[in-house]
């Protein structure tokens, strides 16, 4: 009776470590982030829900739409503008990480179970450049780190670091009695890559004998922008509408696929054809300025045709003197920013949620942005 009992209490419990694992197995292929491909984004256009393609007049132009160049009036020097970007989700995890005792496993084990399913996101960039009437040059160096902790049974940690170093030149030009624009971006890139899964051990033992060599690879890639913005005859409200071909054909890595156990990882910069409108009204005590866009219309970036996840709205007013307010719908969300410019330096802010589901509002990555911009 009681060897009955106890093949039977073994039986339970072998099927419910399937079952456990199975599971585990199920949402580590569900759980993916879907994140839009993309290069740069700027820390104003994110302020005013990453709509900028029929607007597009600073430096940002070469990364948003290279036919904006045309708007700028005056040259400008960036030499030192750092930003860095941190979701939410990251700085949760790294206050609960920091007091993780060398050693302990199990300590690790409950860190990441209790935050299997928070995407992990983290970025740094720096962009000197000249931008002026028409024209503009930089150096770019940018590292993205994403992060996702999957199964919680066995939790495993899926890192993602990309590191990005490159130049770009754009150029743009006027026509039909100023009120065409168009514009052109060339960038080289070189990309460093590495990808790679942490248990919790892994974790939890600084000392682990690993070599970050072994995983990383690295290529280079030259990529072009393309844009068009037409000012309609409107000059109390100046509305121009604008059409970007962001990476045409995609800015491509070669061999540098890393294929994972749930799905293929494209190592690409992907195409993607966006639209926009914008409109401007200047009152006595402020400029208002307004954008819509919808990128992505060709569905080359991501792995979905949902409409809601393709559109933004953004709105700036620029008060007089330093400060300038920002607010916009990115994907589905709130987004607002906030700008002071005390002439050779700037300090900036924003706030928004990437959708990284596989539709508008079914799931977030809430994201905090600052920068600081040195020049004149």
Same mark, same amino acid.
């Given at each position: $009776?009681?060897? #009955? =009992? ?7 419990? *072998? ?24 290069? +740069? ?6 302020? *005013? ?34 930003? %860095? ?8 995890? +790294? ?8 050693? !302990? &496993? ?5 860190? $990441?179970?209790?935050?299997? @399913? ?12 000249? &931008?002026? /009437? ?15 902790? /999957? ?5 495993? *940690? ?12 754009? =150029? ?12 052109? &971006? ?21 000392? #682990?004998?690993?070599?970050? !060599?072994?995983?990383?690879? &690295? ?10 913005? +037409? ?10 509408? @604008? ?7 995609? $800015? ?20 993607? %054809? ?15 300025? @307004?954008?819509?866009? =919808? ?72 994201? /905090? ?8």
């Amino acid at each position: $009776m009681n060897n #009955t =009992i106890f093949k039977g209490s073994m039986k339970k419990k *072998m099927f419910l470590t399937v079952l456990a694992a199975f599971a585990g197995l199920l949402l580590c292929g569900t759980a993916q982030a879907v994140e839009n491909s993309s290069f +740069y984004r700027g820390i104003r256009p994110l302020g *005013m829900g990453d709509a900028f393609t029929a607007l597009a007049n600073d430096e940002n132009a070469a990364f948003y739409n290279p036919a904006g160049l045309a708007s700028v009036s005056e040259g400008k020097i960036e030499i030192f503008n750092p930003l %860095i970007e941190v979701g939410s989700n990251t700085m949760s995890f +790294y206050n609960d990480a920091k007091n993780l005792n060398t050693g !302990d &496993t199990a300590s690790a084990v409950d860190l $990441m179970k209790a935050n299997v @399913g928070k995407h992990q996101h983290a970025r740094f960039s720096i962009f000197p450049n000249y &931008t002026r /009437h028409n024209f503009e040059i930089g150096i770019i160096g940018q590292g993205t780190v994403d992060g996702e902790i /999957h199964s919680p049974a066995y939790p495993v *940690m899926t890192m993602d670091v990309k590191v990005d170093a490159g130049a770009l030149a754009a =150029i743009a030009g006027t026509f039909m009695e100023d009120r065409l624009q168009l514009g052109g &971006t060339l960038k080289y890139v070189q990309r460093t890559r590495f990808y790679k899964d942490f248990t919790a051990a892994m974790v939890a033992n600084s000392n #682990t004998s690993y070599s970050f !060599d072994q995983d990383k690879k &690295t290529a280079s890639a030259v990529g072009l922008d393309v844009g068009a913005i +037409y000012k309609l005859k409107n000059e109390t409200w100046n509305p121009t509408l @604008g059409v970007a071909i962001l990476n045409l054909g995609d $800015m491509n890595f070669g061999d540098m696929t890393v294929t994972t156990l749930s799905s293929p990882l494209e190592n690409k910069i992907k195409q993607s %054809i966006n639209l926009g409108a914008a409109a401007s009204y200047s009152l006595a005590w402020a400029s208002l300025t @307004g954008a819509v866009d =919808i990128k992505d219309i060709a569905n080359n970036t991501s792995t979905d045709s949902d409409k809601g996840k393709k559109l933004h709205v953004g709105l700036e007013a620029k008060l007089p003197k330093i400060l300038t307010l920002r607010a916009g719908w990115n994907q589905g969300y709130l987004s607002y920013g906030v700008g002071v410019d005390l002439w050779l330096l700037k300090l900036s802010y924003a706030y928004y949620k990437e959708e990284i589901g596989a539709y508008a509002g079914q799931r977030e990555d809430a994201r /905090h942005v600052v920068q600081l911009s040195l020049g004149w």
